[in-house]
C-alpha cells in the first residue's frame, strides 16, 4: 500500500503550471480564471485519492483528465446559466475534443509570453507568472516579493482584466523536433499553413525582450532580495532558470541574449552558497571562500556564455555575463582582471545607464588604478538623489562605496563622514553590520 | 486487536481558503508519513462518503440529515483499545482541524 506514494519535488506546483498553461491555450486566456480553479480542483482530488491508495501510473494524465473535466463542467454551467457567450461554447467544443496534451513545453512558454501582454503592466507581468506558471498562491507571492497581499491582488487583477478583454494569443511556433509526435500539432501545422506560423513567430518575437526582462527581474528577486529567508530566494532564482532554460532551448526564444542572462543567473547562483558565513552575516567578495562556489553552476554558465556570442547584438545580459564571467573565472580576489571588468561595466554603462554600473566600475577601477583613480572615476558621475542618500531616503550604496574609497586613499575624516550616511541608509541589521565591518566604525 | 470505524464528522469547508500547491505537497508528505508510522493499524484507508438514502420497511427515503453532515469520509483502524485508536485518528493530517473531526467507533465481530 505504501508503494509509489513518494512524489517529486515541487510535484504539485510544477502540475499546476503545466495543467494552467494546456487549459489556457484550449480555452483562450480570457478563460484563464477558469483553467486555474480546474488545475486546483484537479489537484485537490489527487492529494485526496492518492493519499488513501496509490499514485497512478501516469500522474500527469490523470490531473489532465480530471482537470479538463471540472472546466467542461464549469463551461456548462454557465451554459446553464445562460451566460454564456459564443467563445465559450467553441471552447468546450475544441477543449472537449482534446486528448492528452503533447506540447506542454510549448504551452509552458505560451503562457509566459501570456503573461508579457503589452496591455498589462509590467509588475502585474510578474506576479502572473509566479501564479500560472510558478504555481504560487497569493500569500506565498507576497512573502517572496516583499510585498502586502492586497498588492499581488491588485496587480493580478489588473492582468486577469486585460487577458479577459484582449485577444488570444497565437499557439507556440513549432520547436525543433517537436510537432512530430502525436495528431493535434501535426494536423495543426498542415491545415493552416506556414503563414499561420509565420505570424505566431513575429508575435513572439515582439514580445521576446518583456519575457527575459520578467525572468530578469524574477531572478533579481531572487538573488538581491534583502530577505533573511535563503530558501525563499533559492527558490525564486531557481524558478528563473528553469524558466530561462525552457526559453533558451526553445525556438521561440533562443536567441543571444537569452543564452547570456541564462549564463549570468548560473554564474550567479554559483556564488550563492559562498556570500553569507555561518551565522547568516554577510560576507563581501573578497571574504568569501571560493572554494564554495558551485563548480558544476561555473561550468553550466560558461557553456551558455559561449553560445550567447554569436549574431551582432551586445546586449546589457552579455555586459552582466561577462562581468559575473570575470568573477567566476578569477582564482582570487588579488588575481581578478579588474580591467576586464571596468570595460564590461563602461559597456554595460552605455547599454543600460545606471549610477550604480558607474559605481561598480569605479570599485572595478580603484581595483585596478588604485582608490584614487576609483573616486576620479566617480567624480564624473553624479548619483541622483535617491541613490545619493545625503537627504533622507536614498540608498546606502553610493556613500558606502565613498567612504571605502577615502578609506583606502587614507582621507579618514572624508570617510567617516559618508561611513555614517551609509549606515544610517542602511536597509537591514545585515546590511548595517557589513558597514561597520568594513569600515571598522 | 479490535477493529474501529472512523467517522469524518462534517465535510471539510472551504473556511481558511484553499491550500496552495505547495502546501498540499506539504499535507501529502505528511499523509504519508503518518501511514508509514501507523501501518500496522491501517486496516483499511477507506474513502470519500457520497450520497445515500435510508431503506426502512416498505420505503427508500432521504437521509434523516444531509449526508454529508454526517460524514465526510470513513476509515478502519486496528488497535488494541479505543485509546488507542483515538491515538491513531487524531495523528492524522487533515482529520482533526477547524471545521472537522473524526468519530471513533468500536466494531464488534462476534
Known sequence: ?441 | MAKYLCLQRSVPSDEGGKPSPAQMQEMYAKFGAWQEKFKANLVDMGGKLGEGKIVTTGSVDGPLVEVKELAGGYMIVSASSLDEAIEVASACPGLVRPGSGVEVIEIHTP
Open chain 1, 1 to 441: 500500500m505504501d508503494k509509489g506514494h513518494r512524489l517529486v519535488e515541487h510535484f504539485f506546483r510544477r502540475e499546476y503550471g503545466r495543467l494552467v498553461a494546456t487549459l489556457a491555450r484550449q480555452l483562450g486566456e480570457q478563460h484563464l480564471e477558469i483553467a486555474e480553479d480546474a488545475a486546483q480542483s484537479a489537484l485537490m482530488a489527487a492529494l485526496e485519492s492518492w493519499a488513501r491508495g496509490s499514485v497512478p501510473s501516469n500522474p500527469s494524465a490523470w490531473l489532465f483528465r480530471v482537470a479538463k473535466n471540472e472546466a467542461l463542467q464549469e463551461l456548462r454551467t454557465r451554459a446553464r446559466r445562460g451566460r454564456i457567450l459564443r467563445a465559450e461554447t467553441e471552447a468546450g467544443t475544441v477543449l472537449g475534443s482534446l486528448a492528452e496534451p503533447t506540447e506542454v513545453e510549448g504551452d509552458m512558454l505560451r503562457m509566459l509570453f501570456v503573461c508579457c501582454d503589452e496591455g498589462i503592466p509590467e509588475p502585474s507581468r510578474l506576479v502572473l507568472a509566479l501564479k500560472t506558471i510558478c504555481g504560487f498562491d497569493v500569500p506565498e507571492i507576497a512573502r517572496r516579493l516583499f510585498v502586502s497581499e492586497a498588492n499581488v491582488y491588485k496587480r493580478l487583477s489588473r492582468a486577469r482584466a486585460r487577458l479577459r478583454e484582449g485577444s488570444r494569443f497565437p499557439d507556440c511556433p513549432a520547436g525543433e523536433g517537436a510537432g512530430m509526435g502525436e495528431g493535434v500539432s501535426e494536423e495543426r501545422v498542415a491545415r493552416e499553413g506556414a503563414a499561420r506560423e509565420d505570424d505566431a513567430r513575429s508575435a513572439y518575437d515582439a514580445r521576446l525582450s518583456s519575457v527575459q526582462k520578467v525572468l530578469y527581474v524574477l531572478f533579481a528577486e531572487g538573488h538581491l532580495s534583502l530577505h533573511d529567508e535563503m530558501p525563499l530566494r533559492q527558490e525564486l532564482c531557481d524558478e528563473a532558470i528553469r524558466l530561462t532554460t525552457m526559453l533558451a532551448t526553445h525556438v521561440a526564444g533562443s536567441s543571444p541574449e537569452t543564452y547570456a542572462m541564462l549564463a549570468l543567473m548560473h554564474f550567479h547562483v554559483a556564488r550563492m552558497p559562498a556570500r553569507q558565513d555561518a551565522g547568516g552575516g554577510l560576507l563581501l567578495l573578497e571574504e568569501q571562500n571560493r572554494a564554495l562556489w558551485d563548480r558544476q553552476q561555473i561550468l553550466e554558465g560558461f557553456a551558455w556564455l559561449g553560445k550567447s556570442a554569436t549574431g551582432d547584438v551586445y546586449s546589457r545580459y552579455h555586459a552582466e555575463a561577462a562581468i559575473a564571467a570575470e568573477h567566476c573565472r578569477a582564482p582570487s580576489f588579488q588575481e581578478t582582471r579588474w580591467d576586464k571588468i571596468a570595460e564590461s561595466y563602461a559597456l554595460l554603462e552605455a547599454q543600460a545607464p545606471s549610477p550604480l554600473h558607474a559605481l561598480n566600475r569605479a570599485l572595478a577601477i580603484a581595483e585596478w588604478k588604485g582608490p584614487r583613480a576609483g573616486l576620479v572615476a566617480l567624480e564624473k558621475a553624479s548619483p541622483p538623489s535617491w541613490l545619493e542618500g545625503s537627504q533622507g531616503g536614498g540608498s546606502h550604496y553610493w556613500p558606502l562605496v565613498l567612504a571605502d574609497l577615502h578609506r583606502r586613499c587614507g582621507d579618514d575624516s572624508e570617510a567617516r563622514r559618508h561611513g555614517e550616511a551609509a549606515i544610517k541608509l542602511a536597509p537591514t541589521e545585515a546590511i548595517r553590520a557589513l558597514i561597520a565591518r568594513r569600515l571598522d566604525m
